[in-house]
């Protein structure tokens, strides 16, 4: 086997690295720092960032907090809130791997059309039709980029603007404006609380209703800043705190449906609701009929009031259909708008896709995944050797630090690597019986969780499993640390 560099063992081997998000950009770090630098990172977009750069939306901000919300190894002394919002987030990432000159290595506007696993090599090749090859693939391709868009009847036919909130149109002013919003997830509770104060009118379209959990967030003072500056144990400690505090009370208790935290988080937004919201009516239309922290759990400290100004109404009739003026609701009623946001959600089960990737022997990874996305640990597929994924299918998502569960994934990825740096293989991957015990274990393991106590939502998969990790992220942390190699095919 030889490399682009004329190696002929796999001790320097080249690392293709697709996605220049969060997760590209901590591979090529990590990468760099393990003197493994044969790589390269092609990136769609001009310019990197991943979510952070495709979700500009008013109001976008992390509610995850921002000391946790950061990678390990590039503590943010700067971070202006506890939960901080997107763009600065978009700055820390370019910051960061201008740092660590990782910017520059970059392929950008360069998408993979297709990756194949031949003659015991990775061979890509870009919508261009360029090529390039690799002995490893990290995709690196993130989960929530391909927008969803409602089907309703009309969408087409509205004569005002209307865009999906992760292709915000910021060509448009939309003060004094009458704003529609479809959708009360995380990113339409961000976005209506941002619109309102400077719409004319917003009308929020809801078909479920959401639990708000009230999540304050101060701006950090400048001395708190230069403490953080001046003392970096200040803030390694702080990073660990939040996560123990993350752990014991959100991470760990979404996964067992009778926990006590879990209770009290429902207490807690319970109360949020009758203290909040004065409007009886109002009340209980915002009511969710079902548990919180099932779907994703929203934090906000000022949705109520906002949904609550003159300016905001909810609307929970459903759709009938989209008109030229607006939207028509089942009642009749037409809801006349200058501008329509689609707070819709993604399609989560895309991940490397539409990328056409060929594993041993001609498999497909359409074929591979005829039935649904899946991956031994989140990360290694059967019969797609030296190829691992950073954040894939049925990985922890809840409301956890995605960059945490990316920096412990990426330090297993290397160890199974280094299986084939060492000689004692040259292709490594998952067993699928592994992969079929694994999968197994989830499914049982999920009765259990919060996800699956009777709510719909993006976690779950066709047959209504949560396409997510079922135990707490302590295990996350045991499971990462070192492969169980019996469950991987080295050859
Ligand atoms: P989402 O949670 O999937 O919510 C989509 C919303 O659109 C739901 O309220 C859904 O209603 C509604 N909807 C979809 N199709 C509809 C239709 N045809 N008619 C009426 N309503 C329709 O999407 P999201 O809010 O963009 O959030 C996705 C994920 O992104 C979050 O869960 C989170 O992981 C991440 N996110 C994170 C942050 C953060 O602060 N870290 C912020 C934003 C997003 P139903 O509930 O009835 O299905």
Known sequence: MTTQNGDTSKSQPRFLIIGAGMSGILSAIKLQEAGLDDFAIYEKAERLGGTWRENTYAGVACDVPSHLYCYSFAPNPEWSHRFSPGAEIQTYFEDVAKRYGVSDRIRYGTEIRRCAFEDGRWRIETTDGDTDEGDFVIAATGVLHHPSYPDIEGLDSFEGVCFHSARWNHDESLAGKRIGVIGTGSTAIQ???????????????????????????PAYTDEEKRDFREDPTILEQLRGEISQLF????????????????????????????????????????????????????????????????????????????????????????????????????????????MEVVGRGGL?????????????????????P??????????????????????????????????????????????????????????????????????????????????????????????????????????
């Open 364 to 384: 497909t990874l359409e074929d591979a995944w005829e039935k649904r996305p899946f991956a031994y640990m989140a990360i290694s597929i059967p019969e797609f």
């Open 191 to 217: 976005v209506v609380s941002a619109l309102v104060p400077e719409a004319e009118k917003l009308t929020m379209f809801q078909r479920t209703a959401q639990w708000v959990m009230p999540q304050e967030n």
């Open 247 to 354: 752990a014991d009370n959100f991470s760990n208790a979404v996964v067992d449906a009778s926990s006590p935290q879990l209770q009290l988080i429902e207490q807690v937004c319970r109360l949020n609701l009758e203290t909040n919201v004065k409007d009886a009516d109002l009340r209980e239309k915002l009511r969710p009929d079902y548990r919180a922290a099932c779907k994703r759990l929203i934090m906000s400290d000022d949705f109520y009031a906002k949904i609550q100004r003159p300016n905001a109404a909810l609307v929970t009739e459903g759709i009938e259909r989209i008109e030229a003026k607006g939207i028509r609701t089942t009642d009749g009623h037409l809801h006349e708008l200058d501008v329509l946001v689609l707070c819709t959600g993604f399609r989560v089960d895309r991940f490397m896709r539409p």
């Open 386 to 491: 030296n190829l691992f994924m950073l954040n894939g299918p049925n990985g922890p998502v809840g409301n956890f630090s995605l960059i945490e569960v990316a920096e412990l994934q990426f330090s297993y990825i290397m160890q199974l690597v280094d299986q084939v740096r060492s000689g004692a293989c040259g292709e490594i991957c998952a067993t699928r019986s592994a992969s079929d015990q694994f999968d197994e274990d989830r499914v049982e393991a999920a009765k259990n969780t919060i996800w699956q106590s009777g709510c719909s939502s993006w976690y779950l998969d066709d047959r209504g499993v949560p396409a997510a990790w079922p135990w707490t992220f302590d295990r996350f942390r045991e499971e990462m640390a070192a492969p169980k190699l019996a469950d991987y095919q080295l050859s």
